[in-house]
């Protein structure tokens, strides 16, 4: 059973800090990896999808990098803002299943 | 384009009582999932639709919980009769397909609160 583990649980940081947020699953055999964003009492947005074949994506102040076979991807966040405060989740698509979750990291980002 | 559209957004029910959710995906999305949230924690799939057939049930409780996806368009998911433990929310997420390129869509949840 796939398994995906987000470290850290929360983090906070002041503005303008550049960031890492780190996500790491047990089974290699995916088809692609997402990185949602859920701001608190709403949906979630997605950020970035990293298709099995590809190493990273990127979006303005967002990159994210994908290791399959060490079954590990980290979003990096660039310049952050108050704005981006919210929990960041990370997920895995394992064949045409659903998505597996990891916890989430909780970001603050400090005025 | 209108997103992921989920009603009702609050719901608080006595246990033992019956509850529905409903969902309408984002039009010529032939996908359709439904994932519970606990506090704290990522979403789990529940079940998952390839237009009206459910293709994934598994994580599905079957002696209490429900689903249905008539015509292959919007989407409802039952529990009866509910129990203290089903307190969470409740989100519905659309994809044009299952492909490996395709991202899901999420609606904004049902949140359930179980008395």
């Known amino acids: 059973k796939q398994e995906v583990t987000q470290i850290p649980a929360a983090l906070s940081v002041p503005e303008g800090e550049n960031l890492v947020l780190n996500c790491s699953f047990t089974d290699s055999a995916i088809y692609n990896l997402q990185w949602f964003r859920q701001d608190p009492g709403k949906g979630l947005t997605s950020l970035l999808l990293?298709?099995?074949?590809?190493r990273e994506q990127t979006s303005g102040r967002l990159n994210a990098s994908l290791d399959k076979s060490s079954g590990r991807s980290t979003l990096y966040i660039a310049a952050s803002q108050p704005g981006d405060s919210a929990t960041y989740l990370c997920a895995v698509q394992g064949g045409a299943d659903g998505l597996t979750f990891g916890k989430g990291t909780h970001l603050i980002i400090q005025p | 384009e209108a997103g992921v559209v989920q009603s009702p957004r609050y719901k608080i029910i006595e246990k033992k009582q019956p509850v529905a959710f409903w969902c309408n995906p984002i039009?010529?999305?032939?996908?359709l999932y439904w994932y519970l949230q606990n506090l704290g924690q990522g979403p789990e799939l529940l079940i998952r639709?390839?237009?009206?057939?459910?293709?994934?049930d598994s994580q599905l409780p079957k002696d209490r919980f429900s689903a249905e996806r008539l015509k292959g368009v919007d989407s409802t998911l039952k529990i009866q009769p509910a129990e203290l433990g089903d307190s969470a929310v409740y989100l519905c997420?659309?994809?044009?397909?299952?492909?490996?390129?395709?991202?899901?869509?999420f609606g904004p949840g049902t949140r359930l609160l179980v008395l």
């Open positions: 997420a659309s994809s044009p397909n299952s492909g490996s390129a395709e991202t899901q869509y």
């Open positions: 639709y390839e237009n009206e057939e459910a293709v994934d």
């Open positions: 990293i298709q099995s074949s590809q």
């Open positions: 039009s010529g999305h032939n996908t």
